[in-house]
């Protein structure tokens, strides 16, 4: 079992519908969760950080963390052609340690339908 | 404007040869990585530094090589390329090497090795 999973997509989405991106990880005691996005050819750029159970919003864009059932989710409300791209779940797997830990799942392909 | 600048953007490097990827940021984080990122597979770490002085091995060291001789800069080595080098390198920086501490991106080196 790979210690981050994604759905690779690709996921289609219309514009102005709610995106939703699933992220599961193998370690209960993960400590750190994050979401990047990555346009095709560029870098990661981190779009959301949370670290409890729980909703953690920033504008358009919601975190759920379910350390319970192990997984972490990425919202995006009101979608737009931009936020067509691929999406990392990056989590650090165990307690006490760094980012040197820190394990990306291979990303899901976003694409918004105008 | 504050970041981390790659070079080169490309290249392409016969088996055999050595080549340096640089990697200099601005931001002041003590913290520096390189990871590679290959189709299906995702970011995976080679070798990552907390802080000026010292460096360890990722997920994927073998083959390469790192130093950190002051904040800033933090070059990757492969001392003999071989075609599974091929790859997109991403340079990344935290302020610290916590697993609270997010990741920022430079742009990449993509790498040919033929």
């Known amino acids: 079992q790979k210690e981050v999973e994604q759905n690779s997509g690709p996921l289609s989405v219309p514009e102005g519908a709610i995106a939703s991106l699933n992220c599961t990880y193998s370690?209960?005691?993960?400590?750190?969760f994050f979401w990047y996005r990555q346009y095709s050819g560029k870098s990661p750029e981190l779009i959301m950080s949370?670290?409890?159970?729980g909703d953690k919003e920033d504008g358009r864009f919601t975190a759920q963390l379910n350390k319970a059932s192990q997984y972490v989710s990425l919202l995006i409300r009101d979608s737009q052609p931009s936020d067509s791209a691929t999406y990392l779940c990056?989590?650090?797997?165990?307690?006490?340690?760094?980012?040197?830990?820190?394990?990306f799942g291979t990303g899901t392909r976003l694409t918004i339908i105008p | 404007i504050a970041g981390i600048t790659q070079a080169p953007t490309s290249q392409i490097l016969a088996a055999g040869r050595r080549m340096t990827l640089r990697c200099t940021q601005d931001?002041?984080?003590?913290?520096m990585y390189w990871y590679r990122q290959d189709l299906g597979l995702g970011l995976r770490l080679i070798h990552y530094?907390?802080?000026?002085?010292?460096?360890g091995k990722g997920e994927v060291p073998d083959g390469y090589s790192v130093s950190r001789a002051n904040t800033d800069d933090f070059p990757l080595t492969l001392a003999s390329a071989v075609p599974s080098q091929t790859s997109v390198y991403f340079c990344?920086?935290?302020?610290?090497?916590?697993?609270?501490?997010?990741?920022?991106f430079g742009n990449g080196t993509r790498l040919t090795v033929t």
């Open positions: 949370i670290y409890s159970n």
């Open positions: 931001m002041r984080h003590n913290a």
């Open positions: 990344a920086s935290s302020e610290t090497g916590g697993s609270n501490s997010p990741l920022h």
């Open positions: 990056a989590v650090t797997p165990l307690t006490n340690f760094g980012n040197e830990k820190l394990t």
């Open positions: 370690d209960r005691g993960s400590q750190s």
């Open positions: 530094s907390n802080t000026a002085g010292t460096t």
